[in-house]
Every structure is written in structure tokens, then in C-alpha cells.
């Protein structure tokens, strides 16, 4: 059984020239999953602009959870809305999708969010692309804690975004003190410290790290000296082997070198952005070496 982990996280810049840094956690070189969660970047609090042309996803569902700042999603399926904070976007790619994402609003206001990915199940790897806009997620509270439910369920509340295989997805606002949140039992989960420090399992994880926790406990227990959030994420631990690479998801290398050489082609697979012509963010080379799977080492 793998131990409990605190992982450190890494700048990365999400969007080419312009880029916006992000703090990514997940996918981490030990832990490549947590439940079917394959992805966490963490970004801000900063005055930097999202600025991100059309690129295209495979094998996955992305999440974008904005805390502060507002965000227009546009994609190959026709949407277009702009996201605010406590409102959720969840796209599924299925075998191909493209979207942007760029901040809107005044320039100089605070950007602040999480953007995360879910590995799609091998069963659904090719299920029709798709987009959930929700701006209404339930919440539920205990002794020192309230949660919005993004994914998944928790304490008897359950959230309305699809999902394909267990899991749990929520931002959890803590009080001073010890808060215990209820969880199952056989999910694996995660804590990420999105604004500052926190104590779970007689461990200090500070701001911008992510802690593992395995399977085996029914409550999770957090303690913190300020009012804090902290999301948690969490699922039945995924047992496919994944083949990421920039922004997609297969099962081998000759999965991605595939996606890549459509989307290098324009093809119908990915689809078209409206709104900006013909400027999207191009692939990079492949590695030399074929890419392997990610395997799991704690």
C-alpha cells in the first residue's frame, strides 16, 4: 500500500508567449493518479491574464474551478460562456476536442483558481466530446467546515457534473480548529493548501503543496490556525496505465503521436475555436524515445 505523501509543486507556463504561471502538483514523477484525477494546477493569486489560444485534449475531462476572476471558455463543440468564481466548467474531450480560455474583465484584477484534468476510463476513452457549464453546485457543512461539491459526493451531497468512474471533487472553507470531513473509505484523496497551511495526519503542508492521503480512512482530518481553503480530491485508485503527454491521454505511444499529427493537420477530429481565427497553440516535437506510461512509485 503506498504511504501518505506531501508533494512539492513546480512552476510550469500555461499558454505560450503570454504565458500565466500555474503550480502544478499532479501529475507528480511517484504519483501519477489520485482516483482518476491526473492533473492539478494551481494558479495565482496574481494580476497575470489567462491568455490561452485553441489546443486540443484527448482521453481526459477538464475541470476549471476560478476562485477569483472571470474566464471565457469557447470550444469546437459551439460553447461559449464566460465562467466565474464558484461556478464550474467540466469539458469532456472523448477522442478529440480544442477550447481557449482567456481572462475577460478588468486586466488588472486578481486572477485565482485550480484547473484540473480526469483521466477518462479505457471503457470511456471515444464517448461523444461534451461541455457542462454549472453555476449552481450543492454545498454542505459540518463542525467548522463547509464544502462545494464540484465532482462526485460528499456528506450526502451530491454534485450534477458527469462523471466516469468514482470520484470526489470539493473546495473545503475551514475555521480555526480542527475540522473532521467525512470520506469513503476506499477512495484515495488529495488536500491541496490553495491559500495557506494546514495540518492533516500530524503533517504541516504548506501553501501551494498537495498531500496524499491512501485508502483505509473514513474521515480526513484537517487542522488550521485561520479561516482556510483547501480542495479536496479524491477517487477509487485508477489501475490503467496512462500515456500523457502535453495535452492528451492514451494508452500508447502510437496514441499520441496520432492526436498530435491531426491536430498538427487541422483535422475534423478537433474540430474548429471560433473566434480566433486561424491562431491556435501548435504542438511540440515529440521525444525522441517512445513515450511510456506513467507509473505509480509510492
Not at 472553507?173 to 495557506?196: C, I, K, M, Y
Not at 501553501?207 to 479524491?234: A, F, M, S
Request: aromatic share 6%; glycine share 8%.
Amino acid at each position: 500500500m503506498a504511504d501518505d505523501r506531501v508533494l512539492d509543486a513546480r512552476e510550469v507556463p500555461l499558454g505560450g508567449l503570454r504565458a500565466l504561471t500555474v503550480h502544478r502538483t499532479l501529475p507528480h514523477r511517484d504519483l501519477p493518479t489520485i482516483g482518476a484525477w491526473c492533473f492539478v494546477d494551481h494558479f495565482g493569486p496574481t494580476t497575470e491574464s489567462m491568455n490561452v489560444l485553441p489546443h486540443p485534449h484527448t482521453g481526459l475531462q477538464t475541470v476549471t474551478w476560478p476562485i477569483e476572476g472571470d474566464i471565457r471558455h469557447r470550444d469546437s463543440l459551439g460553447s461559449d460562456v464566460v465562467l466565474r468564481p464558484a461556478e464550474l466548467n467540466l469539458m469532456t474531450s472523448g477522442d478529440g476536442v480544442s477550447h481557449s480560455e482567456f481572462s475577460v474583465g478588468d486586466p488588472d484584477a486578481p486572477m485565482h483558481g485550480i484547473q484540473l484534468w480526469v483521466a477518462l476510463p479505457q471503457e470511456s476513452r471515444f464517448v461523444p466530446a461534451d461541455f457542462e457549464h454549472l453555476p449552481d453546485l450543492p454545498r454542505v457543512s459540518g463542525d467548522l467546515w463547509e464544502a462545494i461539491v464540484l465532482v462526485g459526493e460528499l456528506a450526502g451531497a451530491t454534485s450534477p457534473a458527469r462523471t466516469y468512474s468514482p470520484l470526489v471533487g470539493a473546495q473545503l472553507r475551514l475555521e480555526p480548529g480542527r475540522s473532521q470531513v467525512p470520506v469513503r473509505a476506499d477512495f484515495e484523496h488529495g488536500l491541496l493548501a490553495v491559500d495557506g497551511p494546514f495540518e492533516s495526519e500530524g503533517t504541516r503542508v504548506e501553501h501551494r503543496q498537495l498531500q496524499y492521503l491512501q485508502p483505509g480512512r473514513d474521515v480526513v482530518e484537517v487542522l488550521v490556525e485561520r479561516p482556510t481553503t483547501v480542495l479536496l480530491i479524491g477517487g477509487e485508485p485508477f489501475d490503467e496505465e496512462l500515456v500523457m503527454w502535453w495535452n492528451f491521454i492514451g494508452r500508447s505511444h502510437e496514441d499520441i503521436e496520432d492526436a498530435r499529427r491531426e491536430w498538427e493537420a487541422a483535422a475534423e477530429r478537433f474540430g474548429h475555436v471560433e473566434g480566433h481565427g486561424d491562431q491556435v497553440i501548435p504542438a511540440p516535437p515529440l521525444p525522441q524515445t517512445p513515450l511510456k506510461p506513467r507509473r505509480r512509485r509510492v
